[in-house]
C-alpha cells in the first residue's frame, strides 16, 4: 500500500497474459505490470474486464492481485477489482484485497441488480474493506447501469464510497452531474473505454483514466500534456494543443481496441514483446487475422514517437 495514494493520472489495466493451454502466465503478468510503471502509469488496477476478470477464477483473481501489489511494491497505488455475481462473492474480493494491501478497490454491480441490491452491494464492500470505493458504472453486457442519482447519494451517505469510474453511455455528461450534484462527497471520478473521451472528460473535471496498459506510455504522454494546461479563471481544466494532438494520433489505436477489446490488448502486448502468447479465455472471441495484425502493426509504426518502452 502507498503511504499517500493520490488517485490521479492514468491508472494502467495490465491484461491477464495466458499460456498455450490457457493457464495463467505469472511471468507475463509481472512483465505486464512492471512495463505500465516504468512506462509512466499513476496506479494500477487489476483484475476486472480488460484483464478478463470474468474468465479468472476467484482463486487467480486474488493472486493477480497479489502479484501486481508484490511488482509495485508501493510505487504507485493499485486498485482492486472486486466485481462479482454476488454480493458474497464481491465482499469476498474485498477482504482480500485488503489484506494484500490494496489502496482502493472498484466494482460494478451484479448483472440485474434492483437499485436496492446496488445500495447494499456498494454498502456491503466499503464495510468489509474500510478503504476508498469506487463505483465502476459500465453499462450492458459488462455491467448494470447505476442511476445517476443514486451515485450522488452512495457518495453523500456512504462511509468509503468516495470515487466514480465513469463509462455508461454519455461519460462526459454523467461526470459533469455527478460534480454538480455530489459537490465535495466525490473525491474523484476517472473514465473509462481506453481513453477514447478523456480530452472531453478532462475539459469537464476528470482526475484520471483507466484504459488498457497495452500502451501505458501514449497514455502518460497525453496525460501529460493535458496536465500542463493548468486551470483556467473559473477553475476548469485546460486542454493544451499538445494533449489534443497527441489524443487525435492515438485515435487509430483506440479504434482498434474498441473492435476487438481483449484481443487488440494482448495482440499488442504480444507484438511488443511483453507477453508470451496473445490468447484470451473469452467465449466469443474475435480472433485477429493476418490483415487485422498488419493494421495493429501500421498504428504502432506510426505512433512510435508516443511508445517510449522498448522491450529488452
Same mark, same amino acid.
Given at each position: 500500500?502507498?503511504?499517500?495514494?493520490?488517485?490521479?493520472?492514468?491508472?494502467? %489495466?495490465?491484461?491477464?497474459?495466458?499460456?498455450?493451454?490457457?493457464?495463467?502466465?505469472?511471468?507475463?503478468?509481472? !512483465?505486464c505490470? @512492471?512495463?505500465?510503471?516504468?512506462?509512466?502509469?499513476?496506479? %494500477?488496477?487489476?483484475?476486472? #474486464?480488460?484483464? @478478463?476478470?470474468?474468465?479468472?477464477?476467484?482463486?487467480?483473481?486474488?493472486q493477480?492481485? !497479489?502479484?501486481?501489489? @508484490?511488482?509495485?511494491?508501493?510505487?504507485?497505488p493499485?486498485v482492486?477489482?472486486?466485481?462479482?455475481?454476488?454480493?458474497?462473492?464481491?465482499?469476498?474480493?474485498?477482504? #482480500?484485497?485488503?489484506?494484500?494491501?490494496?489502496?482502493?478497490?472498484?466494482?460494478?454491480?451484479?448483472?440485474?441488480?434492483?437499485s436496492s441490491?446496488?445500495?447494499?452491494?456498494?454498502?456491503?464492500?466499503?464495510?468489509?474493506?474500510?478503504?476508498?470505493?469506487?463505483?465502476?458504472?459500465?453499462?450492458?453486457? &459488462?455491467?448494470?447501469?447505476?442511476?445517476?442519482?443514486?451515485?450522488?447519494?452512495?457518495?453523500?451517505?456512504?462511509?468509503?464510497?468516495?470515487y466514480?469510474?465513469?463509462?455508461?453511455?454519455?461519460?462526459?455528461?454523467?461526470?459533469?452531474?455527478?460534480?454538480?450534484?455530489?459537490?465535495?462527497? %466525490?473525491?474523484?471520478?476517472m473514465?473509462?473505454?481506453?481513453?477514447?473521451?478523456?480530452?472531453?472528460e478532462?475539459?469537464?473535471?476528470?482526475?484520471?483514466?483507466?484504459?488498457?496498459?497495452?500502451?501505458?506510455?501514449?497514455?502518460a504522454?497525453?496525460?501529460?500534456? *493535458? @496536465?500542463?494546461?493548468?486551470?483556467?479563471?473559473?477553475?476548469?481544466?485546460?486542454?493544451?494543443?499538445?494533449a489534443?494532438?497527441?489524443?487525435?494520433?492515438?485515435i487509430?489505436?483506440?479504434?482498434?481496441?474498441?473492435?476487438?477489446?481483449? #484481443?487488440?490488448?494482448? &495482440?499488442?502486448?504480444?507484438?511488443?514483446?511483453?507477453?508470451?502468447?496473445?490468447?484470451?479465455?473469452?467465449p466469443? #472471441? !474475435?480472433l485477429?487475422? !493476418?490483415?487485422?495484425?498488419?493494421?495493429?502493426?501500421?498504428?504502432?509504426?506510426?505512433?512510435?514517437?508516443? *511508445?517510449?518502452?522498448?522491450?529488452?
Amino acid at each position: 500500500m502507498t503511504t499517500n495514494p493520490q488517485f490521479r493520472g492514468v491508472y494502467a %489495466i495490465p491484461v491477464t497474459p495466458f499460456n498455450d493451454d490457457l493457464s495463467v502466465d505469472w511471468d507475463s503478468l509481472r !512483465k505486464c505490470v @512492471e512495463f505500465s510503471v516504468e512506462a509512466g502509469a499513476h496506479g %494500477i488496477v487489476v483484475p476486472v #474486464n480488460a484483464s @478478463e476478470g470474468p474468465f479468472l477464477t476467484d482463486t487467480e483473481r486474488k493472486q493477480v492481485l !497479489k502479484v501486481a501489489i @508484490e511488482v509495485v511494491d508501493g510505487a504507485v497505488p493499485v486498485v482492486g477489482g472486486v466485481s462479482g455475481t454476488s454480493t458474497t462473492q464481491s465482499v469476498d474480493l474485498t477482504r #482480500n484485497a485488503a489484506e494484500l494491501g490494496a489502496d482502493s478497490v472498484m466494482a460494478m454491480p451484479p448483472n440485474g441488480a434492483t437499485s436496492s441490491i446496488m445500495w447494499d452491494h456498494f454498502a456491503a464492500i466499503a464495510e468489509a474493506g474500510q478503504l476508498p470505493v469506487w463505483i465502476q458504472n459500465n453499462k450492458p453486457p &459488462a455491467g448494470p447501469i447505476v442511476p445517476t442519482d443514486m451515485m450522488v447519494r452512495m457518495l453523500n451517505e456512504v462511509e468509503h464510497v468516495d470515487y466514480v469510474k465513469e463509462e455508461s453511455n454519455l461519460p462526459g455528461q454523467v461526470m459533469t452531474e455527478l460534480f454538480e450534484k455530489a459537490g465535495g462527497a %466525490i473525491r474523484g471520478v476517472m473514465g473509462g473505454m481506453g481513453g477514447r473521451y478523456l480530452v472531453d472528460e478532462y475539459r469537464r473535471g476528470s482526475c484520471g483514466t483507466m484504459p488498457a496498459g497495452h500502451i501505458t506510455d501514449a497514455h502518460a504522454r497525453l496525460w501529460d500534456a *493535458l @496536465e500542463a494546461g493548468g486551470t483556467d479563471a473559473d477553475g476548469l481544466q485546460v486542454v493544451t494543443d499538445e494533449a489534443r494532438d497527441i489524443w487525435e494520433r492515438m485515435i487509430p489505436s483506440l479504434n482498434f481496441e474498441f473492435m476487438f477489446g481483449a #484481443n487488440a490488448y494482448k &495482440a499488442a502486448y504480444w507484438r511488443r514483446g511483453i507477453i508470451k502468447t496473445p490468447k484470451t479465455r473469452i467465449p466469443a #472471441n !474475435k480472433l485477429l487475422d !493476418k490483415f487485422d495484425y498488419e493494421e495493429l502493426d501500421r498504428i504502432l509504426d506510426r505512433m512510435s514517437d508516443l *511508445l517510449s518502452w522498448r522491450a529488452n
